[in-house]
C-alpha cells in the first residue's frame, strides 16, 4: 500500500505531466523534434506557442476568420506563411520545431490523427502536401476529441503533412493568438 506522500508525488508528477502538454501537439503521426524533448522542460519548451501575436503588434480579437478577411489572406495557411511575427529562438519559421526532413511516418491505417486536444478556441488547417484534408473556424468546437478521422488520401504514396493551429484565448483582458504549426513526413 502505498504512504500518503508517495501517493501525494505520484498524483503531483502526474498534475505537472498534464500542465506541461496543455498545449496542443501531435502525437500520430509523431513528428521529428529538432531539439531535446525527454523531460518536461524540454517538453514545456516545444509545446508552448511558437509565439504570441499580440506581442507582435497585431490587433488581436476574437474573431480571426474578419481579420483573414479584412486581410486577404486566403486561408490560415496562407496567414501562417505570409504574415510577419517572430518566433521563439531556434524556431523554423515554416514547421516550428518539427523537422519536414526527419523520419517519415507510415499513415496511420485507421485513417486517424492524434493530438493533445484542442485546449483553445481558434482555427486549424491540416494539409497533405498542398491538398487541404481538414479546415475548421473552430478546432476546439469541431475537434472534442484528442483521436479524430483524417483523410489522408491526398497524400498519395507519400508527402508532407503540415498542422497549423491558431490558438484563440482571453488573457488579461485581451485576446491572445498562439502560433502553433508542424510538418510530418509521411508515406503509405
Same mark, same amino acid.
Given at each position: 500500500? @502505498?504512504?500518503?506522500v508517495?501517493?501525494?508525488a =505520484?498524483?503531483?508528477?502526474? !498534475?505537472?505531466?498534464?500542465?506541461?502538454?496543455?498545449?496542443?501537439? =501531435?502525437?500520430?503521426?509523431?513528428?521529428t523534434?529538432?531539439?531535446?524533448?525527454?523531460?518536461?522542460? &524540454?517538453?514545456?519548451?516545444?509545446?508552448?506557442?511558437?509565439?504570441f501575436?499580440?506581442?507582435?503588434? #497585431? &490587433?488581436t480579437? &476574437?474573431? #480571426?476568420?474578419q #481579420?483573414? =478577411?479584412?486581410?486577404?489572406?486566403?486561408?490560415?495557411?496562407? #496567414? !501562417? &506563411?505570409?504574415?510577419? %511575427? $517572430? @518566433?521563439?529562438?531556434?524556431?523554423?519559421?515554416?514547421c516550428?520545431?518539427s523537422?519536414? $526532413?526527419?523520419?517519415?511516418?507510415?499513415?496511420?491505417?485507421?485513417?486517424? !490523427?492524434?493530438?493533445?486536444?484542442?485546449?483553445?478556441?481558434?482555427?486549424?488547417?491540416?494539409?497533405?502536401?498542398?491538398?487541404?484534408?481538414?479546415?475548421?473556424?473552430?478546432c476546439?468546437?469541431?475537434i472534442?476529441?484528442?483521436?479524430?478521422? @483524417?483523410? %489522408?488520401s491526398?497524400?498519395?504514396?507519400?508527402?508532407?503533412?503540415?498542422?497549423?493551429?491558431?490558438?484563440?484565448?482571453k @488573457?488579461?483582458?485581451?485576446?491572445s493568438?498562439?502560433?502553433?504549426?508542424?510538418?510530418?513526413?509521411?508515406? $503509405?
Amino acid at each position: 500500500m @502505498l504512504s500518503s506522500v508517495s501517493t501525494f508525488a =505520484v498524483l503531483g508528477s502526474a !498534475m505537472l505531466l498534464q500542465a506541461t502538454e496543455a498545449h496542443q501537439v =501531435v502525437y500520430v503521426p509523431s513528428p521529428t523534434w529538432t531539439r531535446p524533448n525527454s523531460t518536461s522542460e &524540454e517538453r514545456r519548451e516545444l509545446w508552448n506557442p511558437l509565439s504570441f501575436l499580440e506581442k507582435e503588434g #497585431f &490587433e488581436t480579437q &476574437e474573431n #480571426f476568420t474578419q #481579420f483573414q =478577411v479584412d486581410n486577404n489572406y486566403k486561408s490560415l495557411r496562407d #496567414f !501562417m &506563411e505570409r504574415a510577419k %511575427y $517572430k @518566433l521563439s529562438d531556434g524556431a523554423d519559421q515554416a514547421c516550428g520545431w518539427s523537422d519536414p $526532413k526527419g523520419i517519415p511516418q507510415q499513415i496511420p491505417a485507421d485513417g486517424t !490523427m492524434r493530438t493533445s486536444g484542442y485546449t483553445h478556441d481558434g482555427p486549424c488547417e491540416i494539409y497533405m502536401g498542398d491538398k487541404l484534408a481538414l479546415s475548421y473556424l473552430n478546432c476546439h468546437e469541431s475537434i472534442t476529441d484528442q483521436t479524430f478521422k @483524417l483523410d %489522408y488520401s491526398g497524400c498519395g504514396d507519400s508527402c508532407i503533412l503540415y498542422w497549423y493551429w491558431l490558438g484563440v484565448r482571453k @488573457l488579461k483582458g485581451a485576446y491572445s493568438w498562439q502560433v502553433y504549426k508542424e510538418c510530418i513526413p509521411l508515406y $503509405k
